[in-house]
């Protein structure tokens, strides 16, 4: 944690906090705990899938967990669309299917909600003087573009992959718009909003190429 953790206003701490267990979700965790044998199949069944990439994930989750280990996530609660949207990818992960796989988890949830969530993180961060926490998100950032891309390379059904991302982002949305009242302490909503439209739009892009 950073030595001005406790000078920054209480709303924006919680903000912070809030949407940090989006990245770390420790109240949850075991619910989904048979993400972590699913997916490192996943490791071993894409080729280029490297278990480096697996690890980074680890070591994300290991940064929220020591920056906030005086003031722990596990306290956060989550909205039910959060949990839902998880609940789905881990269905996701049990087909095996590889293109179900990338498009809920590279396309959408690291593509444009993650995305999302740590440029306001890091915005924040700046804004606030939290330079330990900042150099951290920054890193994370650098790890999750080349997730993202190496996701997108594994898309091979582009009609499916269009289909899959205008069902999924208004859940995406959803879970953004349920936690408006701690995020927009953070930043203004419709900045939030635009910024995951923008990404959308950027994906269906790529997707169309
Ligand atoms: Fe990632």
Redesign the pocket.
């Known amino acids: 944690m950073d030595l001005n953790w406790n000078q920054i206003p209480e709303e924006v701490r919680f903000g912070i906090r809030y949407l940090s267990a989006h990245f770390y979700p420790k109240r949850y965790m075991s619910r989904w705990s048979i993400l972590k044998p699913l997916s490192m199949k996943f490791v071993g069944n894409v080729r280029g899938y490297s278990p480096q ?1 697996y690890q ?2 680890l070591d ?1 989750f290991e940064f929220f967990e020591s920056y906030f280990r005086d003031d722990p996530l596990s306290e956060v609660e989550l909205p039910s669309s959060y949990i839902d949207f998880f609940d789905e990818l881990m269905k996701d992960f049990e087909s095996g299917d590889i293109q179900r796989i990338v498009t809920r988890f590279h396309l959408v949830t ?1 593509g444009i909600l ?1 995305t999302t969530g740590l440029n306001v993180l890091r915005n924040a961060g700046e804004r606030y003087g939290l330079t330990r926490f900042t150099q951290g998100i920054k890193h994370i950032i650098e ?2 573009a080349r ?1 993202i891309n190496f996701g997108l390379s594994l898309v091979t059904d582009k009609t499916f992959a269009l289909r899959r991302l205008n069902e999924i982002y208004p859940q995406a949305v959803k879970i953004v718009s349920d936690g408006r009242k701690h995020l927009e302490a953070l930043t203004p909503f419709p900045d939030i909003v635009k910024m995951m439209e923008e990404l959308r739009r950027a994906r269906e892009v790529q997707l169309k190429i």
């Open positions: 990439q980074e994930e994300h690291e993650a790890d999750e997730h």
